[in-house]
T-cell receptor, first 115, second 117 residues
Protein backbone atom coordinates (compact mmCIF):
# COMPACT_ATOMS: atom_id res chain seq x y z
CA UNK A 1 0.00 0.00 0.00
CA UNK A 2 1.38 3.44 -0.91
CA UNK A 3 2.52 5.55 1.99
CA UNK A 4 3.97 8.92 2.82
CA UNK A 5 7.59 8.74 3.93
CA UNK A 6 9.60 11.27 5.90
CA UNK A 7 13.29 11.69 6.65
CA UNK A 8 14.95 11.96 9.02
CA UNK A 9 12.89 10.33 11.74
CA UNK A 10 14.73 12.33 14.38
CA UNK A 11 16.82 15.47 14.16
CA UNK A 12 18.69 17.35 16.85
CA UNK A 13 19.98 20.81 16.03
CA UNK A 14 21.39 23.88 17.70
CA UNK A 15 19.30 27.00 18.01
CA UNK A 16 19.86 29.26 15.02
CA UNK A 17 20.75 26.46 12.64
CA UNK A 18 18.85 25.67 9.48
CA UNK A 19 17.04 22.37 9.12
CA UNK A 20 15.38 20.72 6.16
CA UNK A 21 12.73 18.13 6.70
CA UNK A 22 12.00 15.88 3.79
CA UNK A 23 8.86 14.12 2.68
CA UNK A 24 7.90 11.89 -0.21
CA UNK A 25 4.11 12.08 -0.65
CA UNK A 26 2.04 9.34 -2.25
CA UNK A 27 2.85 9.44 -5.93
CA UNK A 28 -0.55 10.30 -7.45
CA UNK A 29 -1.44 12.85 -4.79
CA UNK A 30 -1.68 16.51 -5.69
CA UNK A 31 -2.16 18.25 -2.35
CA UNK A 32 0.57 18.41 0.25
CA UNK A 33 0.63 19.60 3.83
CA UNK A 34 2.88 20.15 6.78
CA UNK A 35 1.60 19.97 10.33
CA UNK A 36 3.39 20.12 13.62
CA UNK A 37 2.68 18.72 17.05
CA UNK A 38 4.43 20.11 20.09
CA UNK A 39 4.86 17.35 22.67
CA UNK A 40 1.58 16.51 24.35
CA UNK A 41 -0.40 19.04 22.36
CA UNK A 42 -2.69 18.95 19.40
CA UNK A 43 -1.68 18.75 15.79
CA UNK A 44 -1.47 22.18 14.15
CA UNK A 45 -1.66 23.05 10.49
CA UNK A 46 1.36 24.85 9.07
CA UNK A 47 0.99 25.05 5.31
CA UNK A 48 -0.72 23.53 2.31
CA UNK A 49 0.81 23.28 -1.15
CA UNK A 50 -0.78 22.68 -4.51
CA UNK A 51 0.31 23.16 -8.09
CA UNK A 52 3.80 24.18 -6.99
CA UNK A 53 2.71 26.98 -4.75
CA UNK A 54 1.49 27.60 -1.23
CA UNK A 55 -2.29 27.54 -1.11
CA UNK A 56 -2.65 28.43 2.55
CA UNK A 57 -0.41 29.01 5.54
CA UNK A 58 -1.07 29.45 9.21
CA UNK A 59 0.15 32.17 11.57
CA UNK A 60 2.86 29.78 12.71
CA UNK A 61 4.32 29.64 9.22
CA UNK A 62 6.32 32.86 9.35
CA UNK A 63 9.30 34.01 7.30
CA UNK A 64 11.54 31.43 8.96
CA UNK A 65 9.64 28.65 7.22
CA UNK A 66 9.60 27.72 3.57
CA UNK A 67 8.41 24.78 1.53
CA UNK A 68 9.56 23.45 -1.77
CA UNK A 69 8.87 20.67 -4.18
CA UNK A 70 12.29 20.47 -5.83
CA UNK A 71 11.43 17.53 -8.06
CA UNK A 72 8.48 15.28 -8.87
CA UNK A 73 8.63 13.33 -5.67
CA UNK A 74 10.08 15.28 -2.74
CA UNK A 75 8.37 17.91 -0.62
CA UNK A 76 10.53 19.76 1.87
CA UNK A 77 10.04 22.04 4.85
CA UNK A 78 12.92 24.36 5.68
CA UNK A 79 13.32 26.22 8.94
CA UNK A 80 15.96 28.89 8.37
CA UNK A 81 16.99 29.73 11.90
CA UNK A 82 15.56 27.34 14.42
CA UNK A 83 14.25 28.44 17.79
CA UNK A 84 13.75 26.41 20.94
CA UNK A 85 10.00 26.55 20.42
CA UNK A 86 10.35 24.86 17.04
CA UNK A 87 10.96 21.60 18.89
CA UNK A 88 8.07 19.40 17.83
CA UNK A 89 7.00 16.48 15.71
CA UNK A 90 6.54 17.56 12.10
CA UNK A 91 4.13 15.63 9.95
CA UNK A 92 3.87 15.68 6.21
CA UNK A 93 0.54 14.67 4.68
CA UNK A 94 -0.83 14.30 1.18
CA UNK A 95 -4.17 13.75 -0.48
CA UNK A 96 -5.51 13.20 -3.95
CA UNK A 97 -8.38 15.61 -3.51
CA UNK A 98 -9.54 18.09 -0.88
CA UNK A 99 -13.19 17.20 -0.70
CA UNK A 100 -15.52 14.27 -0.32
CA UNK A 101 -14.29 11.10 1.29
CA UNK A 102 -10.70 11.78 0.31
CA UNK A 103 -8.60 11.72 3.41
CA UNK A 104 -5.12 12.98 4.11
CA UNK A 105 -2.48 10.36 4.63
CA UNK A 106 0.20 11.22 7.12
CA UNK A 107 3.85 10.31 7.16
CA UNK A 108 5.47 8.88 10.28
CA UNK A 109 6.78 12.29 11.31
CA UNK A 110 10.14 13.89 12.03
CA UNK A 111 10.85 14.59 15.66
CA UNK A 112 12.85 17.83 15.80
CA UNK A 113 14.70 18.85 18.93
CA UNK A 114 16.26 22.31 19.08
CA UNK A 115 18.88 22.80 21.80
CA UNK B 1 -13.77 30.00 12.52
CA UNK B 2 -13.88 26.25 12.75
CA UNK B 3 -13.27 24.65 16.10
CA UNK B 4 -12.98 21.09 17.34
CA UNK B 5 -13.37 20.15 21.00
CA UNK B 6 -12.46 16.91 22.68
CA UNK B 7 -13.35 17.24 26.34
CA UNK B 8 -11.89 13.95 27.59
CA UNK B 9 -8.14 14.23 28.11
CA UNK B 10 -7.96 10.59 29.17
CA UNK B 11 -10.17 7.54 29.16
CA UNK B 12 -9.89 4.01 30.51
CA UNK B 13 -11.74 1.00 29.16
CA UNK B 14 -11.68 -2.65 30.02
CA UNK B 15 -10.51 -4.98 27.29
CA UNK B 16 -13.40 -6.29 25.14
CA UNK B 17 -15.73 -3.49 26.21
CA UNK B 18 -16.95 -0.63 24.04
CA UNK B 19 -15.84 2.96 24.55
CA UNK B 20 -17.04 6.30 23.21
CA UNK B 21 -14.68 9.19 22.60
CA UNK B 22 -16.39 12.55 22.40
CA UNK B 23 -15.92 15.21 19.75
CA UNK B 24 -17.90 18.36 19.16
CA UNK B 25 -17.29 20.84 16.42
CA UNK B 26 -18.31 24.28 15.43
CA UNK B 27 -18.69 25.55 11.91
CA UNK B 28 -21.09 27.75 10.03
CA UNK B 29 -20.46 25.97 6.76
CA UNK B 30 -23.02 23.35 5.68
CA UNK B 31 -20.44 21.18 3.96
CA UNK B 32 -17.58 19.70 5.93
CA UNK B 33 -15.81 16.44 6.66
CA UNK B 34 -15.00 14.91 10.00
CA UNK B 35 -12.12 12.51 10.60
CA UNK B 36 -10.72 10.44 13.41
CA UNK B 37 -7.05 9.58 13.63
CA UNK B 38 -5.23 7.27 16.01
CA UNK B 39 -1.75 8.15 17.26
CA UNK B 40 0.00 5.29 19.04
CA UNK B 41 3.01 5.91 21.25
CA UNK B 42 5.28 5.49 18.23
CA UNK B 43 3.89 8.80 16.96
CA UNK B 44 2.43 8.12 13.53
CA UNK B 45 -1.06 9.34 12.61
CA UNK B 46 -3.35 6.56 11.43
CA UNK B 47 -6.61 7.40 9.67
CA UNK B 48 -9.57 5.55 11.17
CA UNK B 49 -12.88 6.83 9.86
CA UNK B 50 -14.54 9.64 7.92
CA UNK B 51 -18.00 11.23 8.12
CA UNK B 52 -19.29 13.72 5.59
CA UNK B 53 -21.75 16.37 6.67
CA UNK B 54 -24.26 15.23 4.08
CA UNK B 55 -23.92 11.53 4.77
CA UNK B 56 -27.26 10.06 5.73
CA UNK B 57 -25.84 7.19 7.70
CA UNK B 58 -23.25 6.99 10.43
CA UNK B 59 -19.87 5.83 9.20
CA UNK B 60 -18.54 2.44 10.20
CA UNK B 61 -15.13 0.85 9.65
CA UNK B 62 -14.72 -2.51 11.30
CA UNK B 63 -14.76 -1.99 15.07
CA UNK B 64 -14.95 1.78 14.63
CA UNK B 65 -18.19 3.64 14.20
CA UNK B 66 -19.06 7.28 14.30
CA UNK B 67 -22.08 8.52 16.20
CA UNK B 68 -22.84 11.58 14.10
CA UNK B 69 -25.42 13.97 15.52
CA UNK B 70 -25.48 16.88 13.15
CA UNK B 71 -27.94 19.04 15.05
CA UNK B 72 -25.80 18.76 18.16
CA UNK B 73 -22.60 19.13 16.14
CA UNK B 74 -21.07 16.05 17.63
CA UNK B 75 -19.13 13.22 16.01
CA UNK B 76 -18.26 10.72 18.68
CA UNK B 77 -16.06 7.74 17.93
CA UNK B 78 -17.24 4.39 19.21
CA UNK B 79 -14.74 1.57 19.48
CA UNK B 80 -16.35 -1.79 20.05
CA UNK B 81 -14.65 -4.80 21.65
CA UNK B 82 -11.59 -2.83 22.77
CA UNK B 83 -8.21 -4.44 22.36
CA UNK B 84 -4.93 -3.72 24.12
CA UNK B 85 -3.59 -2.38 20.84
CA UNK B 86 -6.26 0.33 20.88
CA UNK B 87 -4.33 2.14 23.62
CA UNK B 88 -3.31 5.39 21.95
CA UNK B 89 -4.13 9.05 21.53
CA UNK B 90 -7.20 9.70 19.38
CA UNK B 91 -7.74 12.91 17.47
CA UNK B 92 -10.90 14.25 15.95
CA UNK B 93 -10.38 16.58 13.00
CA UNK B 94 -12.48 18.64 10.65
CA UNK B 95 -11.75 19.61 7.10
CA UNK B 96 -13.02 22.95 6.05
CA UNK B 97 -15.11 22.99 2.90
CA UNK B 98 -13.36 22.94 -0.42
CA UNK B 99 -12.09 26.43 -0.90
CA UNK B 100 -9.07 27.56 -2.83
CA UNK B 101 -7.45 24.13 -2.91
CA UNK B 102 -6.55 23.99 0.76
CA UNK B 103 -8.36 21.12 2.48
CA UNK B 104 -6.42 21.64 5.70
CA UNK B 105 -7.45 19.68 8.79
CA UNK B 106 -8.22 21.30 12.12
CA UNK B 107 -7.59 19.01 15.06
CA UNK B 108 -9.00 18.67 18.54
CA UNK B 109 -6.81 18.37 21.59
CA UNK B 110 -6.95 14.59 21.58
CA UNK B 111 -8.07 11.89 24.00
CA UNK B 112 -5.68 9.35 25.46
CA UNK B 113 -7.29 5.94 25.64
CA UNK B 114 -5.89 3.21 27.82
CA UNK B 115 -7.26 -0.30 27.50
CA UNK B 116 -6.91 -2.38 30.65
CA UNK B 117 -6.48 -6.16 30.47
Amino acid sequence: EPEVTQTPSHQVTQMGQEVILRCVPISNHLYFYWYRQILGQKVEFLVSFYNNEISEKSEIFDDQFSVERPDGSNFTLKIRSTKLEDSAMYFCASSEETSGRETQYFGPGTRLLVL
Amino acid sequence: AQKITQTQPGMFVQEKEAVTLDCTYDTSDPSYGLFWYKQPSSGEMIFLIYQGSYDQQNATEGRYSLNFQKARKSANLVISASQLGDSAMYFCAMREPYSGNTGKLIFGQGTTLQVKP
